[in-house]
């Protein structure tokens, strides 16, 4: 058996929002990168949303994500938000029958 592509996909965002909302790490990698970590986490939330759809598993974290991806330049709002994001991400993936 295999796992689903929706759900590896769900633990790899998951894993990137949880790097995201440690502080001051998170945040100054979002900084030294000019905040376009936000951008790829945007399309890897909308690829994961895609496959979610498709293969009928949680969609709520990655909508959570795509949210998050938009307003996580702001200071404060932006770590609460990844956190938040992380962890309906991993909780999702965790909880998901992942087996085809």
């Known amino acids: 058996m295999k796992m689903k592509i929706s759900v590896a996909l769900l633990w790899i965002t998951g894993l ?8 001051l790490i998170g945040g100054g990698f979002v900084i030294s990168t000019g905040y376009s970590v936000l951008g790829v986490m945007f399309v890897l939330h909308a690829i994961t949303l895609f496959f979610s759809f498709r293969e009928y598993s949680p969609k709520s974290g990655s909508i959570l994500g795509v949210i998050t991806s ?19 991400l ?4 965790a909880f998901t029958r992942n087996r085809i």
């Open 70 to 88: 938009t307003i996580a330049w702001i200071p404060g709002i932006g770590w609460v938000f990844h956190l938040i994001t992380a962890a309906v």
């Open 16 to 23: 990137a929002e949880a790097f995201l909302a440690i502080p």
């Open 90 to 93: 991993l909780f999702s993936a």
